[in-house]
């Protein structure tokens, strides 16, 4: 099989949607895009195109794709799949190859990715081009359905510009979906703050999104200022949940030491999957393993 690389800005937005919904069927989770989601996806994160890359063969077949998102000093690979029937020849390692070479020169010192756990076989990639683990992540979900509880709390809703403030001065780390840089892209970022009658006080940050008749909230950070965080995040989530009782929501990349993963529980979110990031440093040595 012979096969080359090329960058992915020669394709149309459906065309890599097509690509990428093929090499996710088979997927530990799938996470079908419509071209629509994915052009905001490309937005948000700073995808550039031009220096993405799709593997394909002599003949125009493509065989697999690879994002990298890019921002000052830093990068993030994203969307690394390869089709089913075409795994095991290699092609996942030559689009990191492309991936390492186009950040490196771009002038990126750092790069940036997540795998979901159990993915063996993606994992020992990353690790033999040098990444290193540096964190494990939670997305979860919850159903829409009304809240039981009475919340308590003086709420003060966030303007947009307000709730990227909040987050811009956030204390810890954040991944890159939910880095204020990506969240400063967005059109739909909300958030509310909240004092409770104990000195408590605190705030969320998230996305209100509307697709035809489907609500959801997305991207979801929270941070106690003050009190107890189990109980400042389960009061904060009672507010949202009583103002939004039709959305879906999705809690994407919450650190698994969160103190707020008791509010979470509290109000029936559940584990979709873990996520595990990791980071290569530039230089950092590369093996490449038989394949």
Not at 82 to 100: E, I, N, Q, S
Not at 146 to 173: C, F, K
């Amino acid at each position: 099989m012979k096969i080359e690389i090329v960058p992915a800005s020669r394709f149309s937005i459906q065309e890599l949607t097509d690509l990428y919904n093929q090499t996710r069927v088979d997927y530990l989770v799938p996470m079908p895009m419509s071209a629509d989601r994915l052009m905001e996806y490309v937005r948000d994160f700073n995808v550039d195109l031009s220096r993405s890359c799709i593997a394909r063969e002599s003949d125009g077949q493509t065989l697999g794709l690879s994002m990298l998102g890019m921002r000052p000093g830093r990068g993030w690979v994203t969307r690394l799949g390869v089709l089913p029937g075409t795994r095991r020849h290699g092609v996942g390692a030559m689009l990191m190859d492309c991936m390492l070479e186009n950040a490196e020169q771009a002038g990126v010192g750092e790069i940036i990715l997540e795998v979901i756990q159990d993915n063996a076989p993606a994992y020992n990639l990353f690790l033999s081009k040098g990444f290193e683990e540096i964190g494990s992540w939670l997305v979860m979900r919850r159903a829409p359905r009304l809240v039981s509880a009475e919340p308590q709390g003086e709420i003060e809703a966030l303007t947009r510009e307000q709730a990227l403030e909040a987050l811009r001065a956030y204390p810890h780390h954040v991944t890159w979906i939910n880095a204020y840089e990506s969240m400063s892209n967005a059109p739909d970022v909300e958030g509310m703050r909240i004092q409770l009658p104990n000195g408590g006080r605190g705030w969320i940050v998230y996305r209100s999104h509307k697709y035809t008749l489907r609500y959801s909230l997305s991207h979801l950070v929270l941070h106690t200022e003050e009190g107890d965080p189990a109980e400042v995040g389960l009061q904060l989530l009672l507010n949202l949940h009583t103002q939004n009782p039709r959305h879906d929501t999705y809690a994407e990349n919450i650190h698994t030491d969160d103190p707020h993963l008791v509010a979470f529980g509290e109000l029936g979110y559940f584990k979709n999957f873990s996520r595990i990031e990791m980071r290569r440093k530039a230089g950092a040595p590369v093996n490449f393993p038989a394949v």
